[in-house]
């Protein structure tokens, strides 16, 4: 599983645009890779109307936990499947960061998304200073402990992203990242939920992240907003 997490980034012509470089790259790559491509709220939709029957599906940002109500500025799961949204992102640590998101929050999200049949990806991850501190499975253990209290585990994706690897240019190791993935495994009763990486994927790291044994995909962010680039990496070797 291949995600893209466009963040803030892109309008509705300047994703259509994407597109139309984009899908001409995946018409020939195996149908069990799922693409997944994580927009802005204001582009799904039309970007929705423009997949032209290719196999890439939508991802949304962001999921309130109820399903209508007084939260301005949330979103309704009704309303993200209603524009053709299969998953939707949660836990990200830029939410974490820079909006508070608590776990409690994170995980009240989870399962409103999946009453809604959207599939979440739950992202964890740990600061470096928690890392130098030799906290990270702890810092992980409590995170997947306090957002998967009640959650489906048939239907959910994972995403472990190295906080200090994010948009930094500095990638985890992979076999580092491989081995802190298969810890996260062991804590889940479903060996078989997808465990993606996050954190400065690119077209040069790829093809040696995925050859990991318990890597299922990736996340990408600053990488996947070049359609060309993205592809290179939707069709790694
Ligand atoms: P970068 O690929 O830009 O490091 O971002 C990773 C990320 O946050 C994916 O969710």
């Not at 599983?1 to 995946?26: C, D, G, H, R």
């Not at 130098?132 to 959650?151: C, F, H, P, S, Y």
């Given at each position: 599983?291949?995600?893209?997490?466009?963040?803030?980034?892109?309008?509705?012509?300047?994703?259509?645009?994407?597109?139309?470089?984009?899908?001409?790259q995946?018409?020939?790559?195996?149908?069990?890779?799922?693409?997944v491509?994580?927009?802005p709220?204001?582009?799904?939709?039309i970007?929705?109307?423009?997949?032209?029957?290719?196999?890439?599906?939508?991802?949304a940002q962001?999921?309130?936990?109820?399903?209508?109500?007084?939260?301005?500025g949330?979103?309704?799961?009704?309303?993200?499947?209603?524009?053709?949204?299969?998953?939707?992102?949660?836990?990200?640590?830029?939410?974490?960061?820079w909006?508070?998101?608590?776990?409690?929050?994170v995980?009240l999200?989870l399962?409103?998304?999946?009453?809604?049949?959207?599939?979440?990806?739950?992202?964890?991850?740990?600061?470096?200073?928690?890392?130098?501190?030799g906290?990270?499975?702890?810092?992980?253990i409590?995170?997947l402990?306090?957002a998967?209290?009640?959650v489906?585990?048939s239907?959910?994706?994972?995403?472990?992203?190295?906080?200090?690897?994010i948009?930094t240019?500095?990638?985890?190791?992979?076999?580092?990242a491989n081995?802190?993935?298969?810890?996260?495994?062991?804590?889940?009763?479903?060996?078989?939920?997808?465990?993606?990486?996050?954190?400065?994927?690119?077209?040069?790291?790829?093809?040696?992240?995925?050859?990991?044994?318990?890597?299922?995909?990736?996340?990408?962010?600053?990488?996947?907003?070049?359609?060309?680039?993205?592809?290179?990496?939707?069709?790694?070797?």
């Amino acid at each position: 599983m291949i995600v893209a997490n466009w963040k803030m980034y892109k309008t509705q012509a300047e994703s259509l645009e994407f597109l139309q470089a984009f899908i001409p790259q995946v018409k020939t790559t195996a149908p069990e890779r799922e693409i997944v491509l994580c927009a802005p709220f204001t582009a799904l939709g039309i970007m929705f109307k423009n997949l032209n029957g290719s196999q890439v599906r939508l991802g949304a940002q962001n999921v309130h936990w109820a399903d209508t109500g007084a939260y301005t500025g949330e979103i309704a799961g009704s309303m993200l499947v209603e524009i053709g949204v299969n998953y939707v992102m949660l836990g990200h640590c830029e939410c974490r960061q820079w909006l508070c998101e608590t776990d409690e929050i994170v995980n009240l999200r989870l399962k409103a998304a999946q009453r809604h049949g959207l599939t979440p990806i739950l992202c964890v991850g740990e600061t470096k200073k928690q890392r130098d501190a030799g906290e990270t499975e702890k810092v992980l253990i409590n995170q997947l402990r306090q957002a998967l209290v009640d959650v489906d585990r048939s239907n959910l994706v994972i995403a472990y992203e190295a906080i200090w690897a994010i948009g930094t240019g500095h990638t985890c190791e992979p076999s580092q990242a491989n081995q802190v993935i298969g810890l996260i495994r062991e804590q889940l009763d479903n060996k078989d939920i997808p465990i993606l990486y996050g954190g400065s994927v690119k077209t040069n790291n790829i093809d040696e992240i995925m050859t990991q044994s318990e890597i299922d995909g990736v996340m990408v962010g600053g990488a996947s907003l070049d359609p060309i680039n993205f592809a290179r990496i939707v069709n790694y070797k």
